[in-house]
């Protein structure tokens, strides 16, 4: 079945750094991607997405590229903020089928 | 931003009593879930819906039942707490697109459970 694989936490960064959190997938054909954040004491929300191959999904600075590829959606920002502290989750759709999520990755961002 | 609602957000309770987590969309979507989340974050889909009167389990076995009734409404409940339910429950609802567009899932903000 669909499958997916984060690298594993905590990522502790300080404020300004650069940050990729890997994500890479097993899956049929060409699922959705998505990545979700959960801030604590919240549920999941939205943070980006991408629907095919070499899409750029953006959102608050944050970016992540669908590459067919390396099956990957790698979750990257420029400069980390204090703010950014939270758990982020990769997940895939197929049309039809229920979300498939990863582990999540804990990022802590230092002052 | 998407209206789901979750209630209680936080509640602790007996073992043996039985509880109703309660989950209420606005948006009108057809599909909802159910996700436990255990303290390692990750999650488990314990049931989802299609629609009114449509009911299915998830990937992970829950003792937990779960109604359609209105669309707007999924309540999950317990029958009987016992401490292996302790945990967060999040639910989710999403559209059922048409193929090639793709499904997004709009979460609540979730309902810690403690059973005593």
């Known amino acids: 079945g669909d499958s997916v694989t984060q690298m594993e936490g905590p990522v502790t960064l300080s404020e300004e750094a650069f940050l990729t959190i890997n994500c890479t997938y097993t899956a049929t054909g060409y699922p959705s991607l998505f990545w979700y954040v959960q801030y604590p004491g919240e549920g999941l929300q939205l943070l980006l997405k991408?629907?095919?191959?070499?899409d750029k999904g953006s959102n608050k600075g944050f970016e992540a590229t669908y590459r067919k590829e390396t099956t990957s959606f790698h979750l990257e920002k420029g400069s980390v903020q204090v703010s950014d502290s939270a758990v982020y989750f990769c997940?895939?759709?197929?049309?039809?089928?229920?979300?498939?999520f990863g582990p999540g990755t804990r990022l802590s961002v230092l002052p | 931003e998407a209206d789901i609602y979750q209630t209680p957000r936080y509640l602790v309770i007996g073992t043996g009593k039985k509880i109703t987590l309660e989950c209420s969309q606005t948006?009108?979507?057809?599909?909802m879930y159910w996700y436990q989340q255990d303290p390692g974050m990750e999650l488990h889909l314990i049931h989802y819906?299609?629609?009114?009167?449509?009911?299915e389990k998830g990937d992970l076995s829950s003792e937990s039942t779960v109604s359609r009734i209105r669309t707007e409404h999924f309540p999950l409940t317990l029958e009987s707490a016992r401490p292996s339910h302790t945990s967060q429950y999040l639910c989710?609802?999403?559209?059922?697109?048409?193929?090639?567009?793709?499904?997004?899932?709009?979460f609540g903000p979730g309902t810690r459970l403690l059973v005593l």
């Open positions: 991408a629907t095919k191959a070499d």
């Open positions: 948006m009108g979507h057809d599909k």
């Open positions: 819906s299609y629609g009114v009167n449509s009911t």
């Open positions: 997940a895939l759709i197929h049309y039809g089928q229920n979300f498939v």
């Open positions: 989710a609802s999403s559209d059922l697109l048409g193929q090639g567009r793709a499904e997004t899932q709009y």
